[in-house]
């Protein structure tokens, strides 16, 4: 009888993790060409395609870049500032925080935003750290190297897998090396791509029972659960029309920048030089004084100048995409280098700034959900089970709005004169536009303050009983010699 001896799960991959493998690697190959040309508007780098009508073959070579993709994401990522996190009853946060200063959470949270608004989608992973004892590692991956299996009814995460180098695990492997991670509810296998197979280089056998990858989409909706980008077709084709236009102005200024001239009733010798040899026309058309001379009958040859071209009308043109494009991003028009003959007040660029505000509020709703399912992932990690879901977490962000910090100090004040906030609380201090390190700060320097006053009315208070003891010993001594007298 010939014994079947099973295959070592550490050195090899079973058929379904095959499987499963290969469906999200080709998910991943699929998404990546259109998150790549997102990438290419929002650095400049995308291909403007030519009409072949207006630009001459010599200068398809040339290319023009306007920026304003990169500006409409980035104006709407720089109000989304992650400050903190905290539980919601009031209780001490230093857990929140140790996670979070060990992970760089703030500063990695603003590229995680980027890339969201970029490509549509940001993915968050949470997992052991590589030291005992240390805090879980959380990071946020591009999803041009991630991607996920979706459970659209219980909208969880079923599977996820990532694609890197070598270089990023074992300096051992090269940086051709392919490194992939397949993770699921149970365990995060860490394989490497051996001659067209797979060698397990780990095992993490979480159990958690849950994905431990969140995906931080943008511009969701019921029916498309990925997400979507900021830089949209119309975006897209605005910034074509504007770079075809910039492109326009500036084959015409090398071939009209220059004012034609033309000269009537001149021989051919007002051409040649000297010795009679034919002047080039550049040197006919740059020579400041052209000495003519009379023809046979007496008569002055006529020279002239034809109207120089003037760019104001594509300029203008340049100026309607510019207000077109700032109705498609949601920002003001001054954002985009578009300006008036008047200029705006204060509040009418706050006006303006209306959409802006609250795409960034709506931005702040979803991506905070995100950052607290992933702050919980974190505690799952480190603790190895689920945390008590009556205990929330708040994620603390900046206002995204852009009010006078006298208004915020106003409003806050009213508030605590109206009884509706205590004057030492950290939501009026909040609301006043401190940061978080801030109130960190304000919250110290009131304990400091409480302990002096303590420290001081308990130095006073034993002064008082120091002097009245002191004031009571004579009158004491005297009631007793009295006694002792009368005796």
């Known amino acids: 009888m010939t014994a079947v001896i099973p295959a070592l799960r550490l050195l090899g991959l079973s058929e379904d993790e095959q499987a499963l493998i290969a469906a999200l690697r080709s998910d991943l190959s699929g998404h990546r060409l259109g998150l790549e040309l997102l990438d290419a508007y929002f650095n400049g780098e995308q291909l403007v395609r030519d009409l072949g009508i207006s630009i001459p073959p010599q200068l398809k070579g040339l290319h023009t870049v306007i920026g304003w993709p990169r500006i409409g994401v980035e104006a709407l990522e720089q109000r989304l500032d992650l400050e903190a996190f905290r539980w919601s009853d009031g209780a001490g946060g230093a857990e929140l925080d140790e996670i979070a200063e060990a992970n760089n959470w703030f500063d990695e949270a603003s590229l995680a935003h980027l890339d969201a608004l970029t490509y549509g989608r940001e993915y968050v992973v949470a997992g052991s750290a590589d030291e005992e004892g240390a805090p879980p590692l959380v990071t946020f991956e591009s999803p041009l190297d991630m991607t996920m299996q979706w459970d659209a009814r219980g909208r969880v995460g079923l599977a996820a897998y990532r694609e890197s180098r070598g270089d990023r695990y074992d300096g051992s492997l090269t940086s051709k090396d392919r490194v992939i991670s397949l993770m699921t509810p149970l365990e995060t296998v860490t394989a490497l791509e051996v001659d067209g197979g797979w060698e397990v280089l780990s095992r993490d056998e979480h159990r958690l029972g849950v994905l431990p990858v969140l995906r931080m989409a943008n511009r969701q909706r019921t029916a498309d659960r990925v997400g979507k980008s900021e830089i949209t077709p119309e975006v897209r084709s605005i910034t074509d029309a504007a770079c075809r236009r910039l492109?326009?102005?500036?084959?015409?200024?090398?071939?009209?920048?220059?004012?034609?001239?033309?000269?009537?009733?001149?021989?051919?010798?007002?051409?040649?030089?000297?010795?009679?040899?034919?002047?080039?026309?550049?040197?006919t058309y740059i020579g400041r004084v052209l000495a003519l001379e009379r023809d046979e009958d007496g008569q002055v040859?006529?020279?002239?100048?034809?109207?120089?071209?003037?760019?104001?009308?594509?300029?203008?043109?340049?100026?309607?995409?510019?207000?077109?494009?700032?109705?498609?991003?949601?920002?003001?028009?001054?954002?985009?280098?578009?300006?008036?003959?008047?200029?705006?007040?204060?509040?009418?660029?706050?006006?303006?700034?209306?959409?802006?505000?609250?795409?960034?509020?709506?931005?702040?709703?979803?991506?905070?959900?995100?950052?607290?399912?992933?702050?919980?992932?974190?505690?799952?990690?480190?603790?190895?089970?689920?945390?008590?879901?009556?205990?929330?977490?708040?994620?603390?962000?900046?206002?995204?709005?852009?009010?006078?910090?006298?208004?915020?100090?106003?409003?806050?004040?009213?508030?605590?004169?109206?009884?509706?906030?205590?004057?030492?609380?950290d939501v009026a201090l909040e609301m006043a536009g401190l940061t978080e390190d801030q109130r960190q700060r304000v919250a110290a320097e009131r304990r400091r303050a409480a302990g002096r006053a303590a420290g001081g009315a308990l130095l006073d208070r034993l002064a008082q009983l120091d002097g009245g003891a002191a004031a009571a010993a004579p009158a004491g001594e005297a009631g007793a010699g009295d006694g002792v007298d009368g005796l």
Do not use: C
Not at 261 to 281: C, M, P, T, V
Not at 385 to 399: C, T
């Open 301 to 425: 040859p006529t020279v002239g100048q034809f109207t120089a071209h003037d760019p104001s009308g594509q300029t203008k043109i340049i100026d309607l995409y510019a207000r077109i494009m700032a109705t498609q991003l949601g920002l003001p028009p001054h954002m985009l280098g578009y300006t008036s003959d008047n200029p705006a007040s204060a509040d009418a660029i706050r006006s303006s700034e209306g959409m802006l505000v609250k795409k960034s509020e709506r931005r702040i709703r979803r991506f905070g959900a995100t950052h607290r399912e992933a702050m919980r992932l974190a505690l799952w990690v480190r603790d190895g089970k689920e945390p008590d879901p009556a205990r929330r977490i708040d994620a603390v962000w900046r206002n995204p709005a852009t009010p006078t910090l006298a208004a915020q100090t106003d409003a806050a004040v009213k508030m605590v004169q109206a009884g509706l906030l205590p004057a030492d609380s």
């Open 247 to 283: 492109m326009g102005i500036e084959v015409q200024a090398e071939f009209f920048g220059a004012p034609g001239r033309y000269i009537l009733g001149a021989s051919e010798s007002a051409f040649q030089d000297a010795e009679g040899n034919a002047k080039s026309a550049w040197e």
